[in-house]
Nanobody, 130 residues
């Protein structure tokens, strides 16, 4: 059974930190890309950050660059998103997404798009109070 499970969300004051975890299991990781997306009420889902497990290439949305750090523990099939200096506008439900195999015919930039991912978690809520 394929499972993608997020954890680590919660309520935090502006300026605080949270670390999200994404644990994936039930399928073979060939050359995966693991991404974090978020969706706030009334807004479209947006790609926040992602990492290529094979070479640790990373991407950050402009809105989080310098504040968020993505990392992976390949032995545990787990990806983390360290979120520092949180802002009210970071409030959203955060989703982990897994692409089993990086499509090297596509640009790494393409992994900002939902369609590039095979599996999604149920999400974890992050609420930042101002």
């Amino acid at each position: 059974e394929v499972q993608v499970v997020e954890s680590g969300g919660g309520l935090v004051q502006a300026g605080g930190s949270l670390r999200l975890s994404c644990a994936a299991s039930g399928f073979t990781f060939d050359d995966p890309v693991i991404g974090w997306f978020r969706q706030a009420p009334g807004k479209e889902r947006e790609g926040v950050s992602y990492i290529s497990a094979s070479d640790s290439s990373t991407y950050y949305a402009h809105s989080v660059d310098g504040r968020f750090t993505i990392s992976s523990d390949n032995a545990k099939n787990t990806v983390y998103l360290q979120m520092n200096s949180l802002k009210f506008e970071d409030t959203a439900r955060y989703y982990c997404a897994v692409a089993r195999m990086r499509n090297r015919k596509r640009g790494f930039w393409d992994y900002t798009k939902d369609e590039m991912y095979d599996y999604w978690g149920q999400g974890t809520q992050v609420t930042v109070s101002s």
